[in-house]
């Protein structure tokens, strides 16, 4: 059984482009068990960069782009954790302000973030790199 706190998380762009073009991230979009949601923000970075790692991986850019759109996540717009920019901005603005957006919503669903960026470490907020999050749902029963 997943613990409570890997139940929902909120996916950073970098996961969800690693997921798309076939990496290990997409292990974790294919349990069940797991609701994923990010923001609007984090998907259209997505867009904007899959182009580049379609080109750089030699894949199609449209079928990444479909791909993407089946993705189990639901996304949330900015409406909706805006009352928690402020405090994400304060611990954020320094390291990355593209990151705002997500830990808002971290912090608005109170749910970890789920990130390979560097910039959540030493963050009150509780983050898990792929291999990490990978490594504890091995011992987990789906």
Same mark, same amino acid.
């Given at each position: ?26 292990? =974790? #979009?294919?349990? &069940? *068990?797991?609701?994923?949601? *990010? *923001?609007? #923000? ?8 899959? &182009? ?18 089946? #993705? @189990? =996540? ?11 920019? &402020? ?9 990355? @302000? ?13 749910? @970890? ?13 509780? =983050?898990? &790199? ?13």
């Amino acid at each position: 059984m997943i613990s409570g706190n890997l139940r929902k998380l909120a996916a950073d762009s970098n996961v969800i482009l690693s997921a798309v073009i076939g990496k290990a991230a997409l292990q =974790v #979009f294919l349990r &069940p *068990t797991i609701e994923l949601i *990010t *923001t609007r #923000f984090n998907i259209l970075e997505v867009e904007e960069y899959i &182009p580049r790692l379609a080109s750089k991986y030699g894949l199609d850019g449209r079928s990444l782009l479909l791909q993407l759109r089946m #993705f @189990p =996540v639901a996304i949330f717009e900015e409406k909706h954790y805006r009352s928690h920019m &402020p405090e994400a901005a304060r611990l954020l603005n320094e390291r990355d @302000p593209d990151d705002v957006h997500l830990a808002a919503l971290a912090l608005k669903e109170g749910v @970890p973030i789920w990130s390979n960026d560097r910039d959540f470490e030493k963050l009150s907020l509780q =983050v898990y &790199p792929t291999a990490q999050l990978l490594k504890l749902l091995e011992g987990q029963k789906h």
